[in-house]
């Protein structure tokens, strides 16, 4: 077996590595916002902004763990992190690196990517399609 098809055998468990990191590392944002660990000084209030987002973040991140709803779950995540990109960081400066947004493109980036290639086969939306596939 060559390299080339190595890569071609392991390109759908990556996809579905990339989904649960990604997701594990913004699940990390909504538990910042709303159950306040790790610990930070933010503290939003109810319904507001900030706090919808922590929302999307925690139950949303824990979605595309487990690969339930995958692509309308990271295509909702998808627009989320283009939002605030454009909402808190591009006002601050035009280049990512001083606004603190590369992480909010990358993430609505590869939630856009999610949701055009699925969770892969490592979800619980690839097993629930097997199971369809049987009968």
């Not at 649960?20 to 699940?27: C, D, S």
């Not at 280049?95 to 055009?116: E, H, R, S």
Request: overall charge positive; glycine content about 8%; aromatic content about 12%.
């Amino acid at each position: 077996m060559n390299f080339n098809n190595i890569t071609l055998s392991w390109a759908p468990r990556m996809l579905s590595i990339l989904r649960i990191v990604a997701a594990l590392l913004f699940m990390a944002h909504g538990t910042q916002k709303i159950l306040g660990f790790p610990a930070s000084s933010m503290n939003p209030a109810m319904f507001s902004l900030p706090w919808i987002a922590g929302i999307l973040e925690l139950v949303g991140g824990a979605l595309l763990v487990i690969g339930l709803f995958s692509r309308p779950v990271a295509f909702i995540l998808s627009g989320q992190m283009a939002v605030a990109y454009f909402l808190a960081h591009a006002p601050k400066s035009f280049f990512p690196a001083l606004n603190g947004g590369d992480a909010a493109i990358l993430f609505c980036f590869v939630f856009l990517y999610i949701a055009a290639a699925g969770p892969g086969p490592l979800s619980v939306d690839a097993q629930m399609r097997r199971g369809t596939d049987s009968y």
